[in-house]
């Protein structure tokens, strides 16, 4: 290839609710099978498998001048069906991979629950010629930077409180627990499940200056810190009112942990961790997935610093994540440009009102 050939990249999604399957199902197929009833809908799409390209980044363009371009590929199936049909939903990551590779992608990136089926990316790289990630090395470091910057506006001393990490141990999860640990936090799992692993993982960290304890109850996690990170596969997890005053959730998770409401309490704060947006060197406004311009989830950000990066290698794949991949990765997003952060709840700005009662609430608190 020349030397300013542009590399592309393949990002691989699913619809994120019955409401999103209905109108991809109607925009991309004018497909009558758009109005059925739920149930209907979702027999109707899991026998189709339906794959289509939806979005084309075209010239995204890093502060270092390195140009880059990708595809988006949705899979017109739920999380949840992607969770109870886990190895059909990966036939079909693998079936999208192709069609990105066929395309000319080298690189494919796995969003949302297309990274968590097939042994978290492991089976997709190896049906694929092209290099796979999930993207998470960067959603962990976006999340570990968002929570330490939103402390230090809210001038709060995370040391001083309990923090609760829920979607343990997941890959996310588990990241962010060592991290968060190294660095001598008291932290409060949840874990649904008693495992050989997690007692494995709790006897291995005595090297660690942090405290830990475990629980299975999301209710009662959240009502002993008022600082949570939250990565869970189920999403909807967390009602507003279960949150104790001057609470932050890092919300992690795609589809959402926090259940949306319009009304949203003032006195605690959502964040959309892992949110991040396309160097400022790329002029052109791209609107990716109803997000704010030029926001893009953190694992796109990888599979596109990796693209422009040239590096063509299973980066992030598997439970358990590489530390030292985790700041390798933010220090080359952070290199070509990635902005961090530019925090948004909901997707919209964080107002002034909603920091302000949130400070003010955490602070009466302690
Ligand atoms: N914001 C971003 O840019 C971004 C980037 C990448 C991924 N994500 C999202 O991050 C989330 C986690 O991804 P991952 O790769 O870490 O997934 P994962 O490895 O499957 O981990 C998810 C963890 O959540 C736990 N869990 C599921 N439902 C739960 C519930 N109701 N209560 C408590 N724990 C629960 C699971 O428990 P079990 O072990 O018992 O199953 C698992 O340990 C996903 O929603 C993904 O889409 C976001």
Redesign the pocket.
């Given at each position: 290839m020349a030397a300013d050939t542009i590399h592309k990249f393949g990002f691989i999604v699913h619809c994120r609710s019955t409401k999103e399957l209905r109108l991809a199902l109607g925009f991309y197929k004018q497909n009558p099978a758009a109005l059925l009833p739920e149930k209907a809908l979702k027999q109707y799409c899991l026998n189709k498998g339906f794959i289509k390209d939806i979005f084309t980044f075209d010239k995204v363009i890093s502060d270092k001048g390195v140009v880059c371009q990708g595809k988006a590929f949705c899979i017109f199936l739920t999380p949840d069906q992607f969770l109870e049909h886990q190895t059909y939903s990966t036939e079909l990551v693998v079936k999208a991979s192709k069609m990105a590779e066929a395309w000319g992608a080298e690189m494919i990136g796995l969003?949302?629950?297309c990274?968590?089926v097939g042994a978290?990316g492991v089976e997709v790289a190896d049906n694929c010629t092209s290099a796979v990630t999930?993207?998470?090395s960067l959603?962990v470091y976006?999340s570990v930077i968002q929570f330490e910057k939103i402390m230090q506006r809210l001038a709060v001393d995370p040391l001083k409180h309990k923090i609760v990490i829920?979607?343990?141990?997941?890959?996310?999860?588990l990241a962010l627990t060592k991290i968060l640990y190294q660095k001598g936090h008291k932290l409060v799992l949840?874990?649904?499940?008693k495992t050989a692993f997690l007692k494995k993982f709790l006897e291995s960290l005595s090297a660690g200056s942090g405290e830990i304890e475990v629980t299975q109850d999301?209710e009662s996690a959240i009502q002993k810190g008022r600082i949570i990170l939250t990565?869970?596969?189920?999403?909807q997890?967390i009602d507003q009112d279960m949150l104790l005053p001057g609470s932050v959730v890092f919300d992690?998770?795609?589809?959402k942990d926090v259940i949306y409401r319009r009304d949203a309490r003032k006195d605690v704060l959502i964040v959309d961790?892992?949110?991040i947006s396309l160097p400022r060197s790329t002029k052109k406004r791209y609107r990716y997935s109803g997000l704010g311009p030029n926001d893009i989830?953190?694992?796109l950000g990888e599979t596109m610093t990796l693209t422009l990066e040239k590096r063509w290698e299973r980066f992030s794949i598997g439970?358990e994540l590489d530390l030292d991949k985790v700041q390798e990765i933010g220090r080359l997003s952070e290199g070509h440009g990635f902005v961090f952060d530019d925090f948004r709840t909901f997707q919209k700005p964080i107002s002034t009102e909603n920091f302000e009662a949130t400070k003010k609430a955490i602070h009466k608190a302690v």
């Open positions: 969003g949302a629950i990274a968590v978290r999930t993207g998470n959603t976006a829920i979607g343990f141990p997941g890959s996310i999860g949840v874990s649904r499940q999301v990565a869970t596969s189920s999403g997890i992690i998770a795609q589809p961790a892992g949110l989830p953190s694992c439970r």
